[in-house]
């Protein structure tokens, strides 16, 4: 699992689309072209190979495997003052070679899509559609008692208005997530039969039951000044409506923030924003600080270094943990060799605490990646990098801790990719 994401508001909302459906960051070849106009058509393919110490996520049990990955795809990039699009669509196929008694029950099928459909983007009046789609064993939700395949959906609105010559925009926007869950290999796995009582995530009917549908109406204000630099507001109102309230209660989510952005010197810039956010729900009220505090140096034009640390809420499935704080700390680096070779480090710690009535459970998530990427071509590129993961939870629960809230996983992983 991956750590996760604040749900945010503003103008930049619904960037999932396009991040997800990516293939490996790479840059593309010439395409093919569409017509006589300036659209282009750019199939790739992703191979990959990963050895996963530990494929379900467990402290008891735990299995590692060798894991083959093959992503084809295609993007597709229509500019234009009047109408943009830019489009991409993978499906992938996930093959378990079966070194642990039961993994290849888990290979799969994922795949990933996103549209950005841009009308007017330079007029003073705009309009902005973004979709997102992903299915992957990556659940946003970390209180899962089960590995489990997630299918999630975003939709997002955009509608900017520029009243001058731009330094002023405001942005009136909505989003509806949609995600369902669905059992690893057509059952849940759960190490002991303990948590199948414990945690109704470990009963395979029921895991069907906790998905969800996120509604958030939103609006932005930003005010550019000086060079590259912007205030901003976001103001955001969200509802999590469950499948199936027997198992998860209704949520909303305002969250208010404010903030500067910009560079400080030619080499330094700084993110600063601040705000309130405040949950209502059956046993989830809860209200606390929002604030993100990021810095990035920027020595020479081949290496960066950035830092952050961000509070936030989040809404999670389940009565039990429907609504968390999170501290996170977080870092990336990276250098740049040759043109072609750039070394990549990130990190993240997150420390995460459930804010339902009755339950006291904290965790610690610390993820760790060191990667080299490699152009080998315009059209060629090629990464090598390891992973590691490790959850820590002190369980608030009466009963059996679930066996996924402690694990520690290691990934190894090398991929290609080929974009025309």
Known sequence: MTARNFNVVGVAAGMLSLLVAAPASAGFGDGIRLGSGEGVLHPFVEVGASFDSNVYTTDTGSQGDLV?????????????????????????????????????????????????LSIN????????????????????ALSLATPAIANYNMLSATVPFMPGGGALV??????????????????????????????????SAVLKKLGY??????????????????????????????????YSPDIGTLRLVAGLSGLVTT????????????????NADYGTFLTTVEAEWIPVAEASLKAGYSHGIGTEPGALYAVYSMHRLSADAQY????????????RYDMIAYQVTGNDTTANLLSVEP??????????????????????????????????????????????????
């Open 371 to 420: 990667s080299i990427e490699a152009e080998v071509a315009r059209w060629l590129h090629a990464d090598v990098g390891y992973t590691l993961t490790q959850r820590t939870t002190d369980y608030g629960l009466p009963g059996a801790e679930p066996s996924t809230f402690d694990y520690t996983r290691h990934v190894v992983f090398l991929k290609a990719s080929v974009i025309y």
């Open 213 to 246: 549908s996120d509604l958030q109406g939103r609006g932005s204000v930003i005010w550019k000044f000086l060079p590259r630099t912007q205030a901003t507001f976001d103001a955001g109102y969200s509802k999590r409506i469950p499948s199936d309230s027997t």
């Open 121 to 140: 983007p330079k007029g003073r009046v705009a309009f902005e559609l973004r979709e997102a789609f992903r299915r992957s064993n990556q659940a946003q």
């Open 170 to 203: 405001f942005a009136l926007g909505g989003d509806w997530a949609v995600e369902a869950y669905e059992p690893l290999a057509g059952s849940g796995f759960c190490a002991d039969t303990a948590n199948l009582a414990n945690d109704p995530s470990c009963d």
């Open 68 to 116: 083959l990955h093959v992503r084809p795809g295609l993007k597709v990039d229509v500019p234009g003052d009047m109408i943009a699009i830019d489009a991409r669509a993978a499906i992938e196929r996930v093959q378990y070679l079966g070194l642990g008694d039961s993994s290849p029950k888990i290979s799969s099928w994922w795949g990933d899509a996103g549209l950005r």
């Open 267 to 282: 080499q330094f810039g700084a993110t600063i924003r601040a705000g309130y956010g405040r949950t209502s729900g059956t």
């Open 336 to 347: 740049k060799v040759a043109r072609r070779y750039t070394a990549k480090l990130s990190a």
